[in-house]
């Protein structure tokens, strides 16, 4: 069964730090890599997505992605307090379904 | 902006209860699904549907039941509930097979 596996499971920064989060998976199927920001009490809300090797930037967002080494890579620049939420990896299967690991807990100090 | 609205967002019931979860999307998507989410195991996919009157069997589907009556309404049953089926559920809508999920705000269910 194809996984997504993400490390740390949880990430302690002060504010302003650099927040880095990593995100594995199983096999090299060609299907874009989603990262998902989930507040308490809320449903995940997608913040940035990844088809192609290489990296993309939006705001303080950046995105890594290595096909070869299924890996996969989320920074966040200059971290907030606001920041603070779990952070879900999912990619597409050649089910045509998408599945989720099971998150990064950050946790920005002021 | 896409809109999932689940309901109700909190239920307890006795084990071997009627359980359904209603979730109802204004986005005019294709794809719908049915998550549950529990600690030390994240988001886990139960049913999706590509359309009204299609289902598709996800990963942990064992207990569940689905009907996707719409395009804009699906739902989950829960026959006989069961202690394990305790978890927070995630409806989900996107406009085709991979593209960005949109997540309703979830239901909680405590199965006693």
């Known amino acids: 069964q194809e996984k997504v596996q993400q490390s740390p499971e949880s990430l302690i920064v002060p504010e302003g730090a650099m927040s880095s989060l990593n995100c594995t998976f199983s096999n090299s199927a060609s299907q874009s890599i989603w990262w998902y920001q989930q507040h308490p009490g809320k449903g995940p809300e997608a913040l940035i997505s990844i088809f192609s090797n290489g990296n993309k930037k939006e705001g303080r967002l950046t995105v890594y992605l290595n096909r070869a080494s299924l890996h996969v890579s989320l920074h966040i620049r200059d971290s907030q307090p606001s920041d603070s939420a779990v952070y879900l990896c999912a990619r597409g299967t050649n089910a045509y379904k998408v599945i989720f690991g099971k998150g990064t807990h950050l946790h920005v100090l002021p | 902006e896409a809109a999932v609205t689940q309901s109700p967002r909190n239920k307890v019931t006795v084990t071997g209860g009627n359980v359904t979860l209603s979730c109802r999307q204004t986005n005019s998507h294709n794809y719908m699904y049915w998550y549950r989410q529990d600690t030390g195991h994240g988001l886990r996919l139960i049913h999706y549907?590509?359309?009204?009157?299609?289902?598709q069997i996800g990963d942990v589907p064992d207990g569940y039941k689905a009907t996707r009556t719409t395009q804009e309404d699906f739902f989950l049953l829960l026959e006989l509930a069961s202690p394990s089926q305790t978890s927070l559920y995630f409806c989900?809508?996107?406009?085709?097979?991979?593209?960005?999920?949109?997540f309703g705000a979830g239901t909680r269910l405590s199965v006693l």
């Open positions: 549907s590509y359309g009204a009157g299609n289902l």
């Open positions: 989900a809508s996107s406009a085709g097979a991979l593209d960005t999920l949109y």
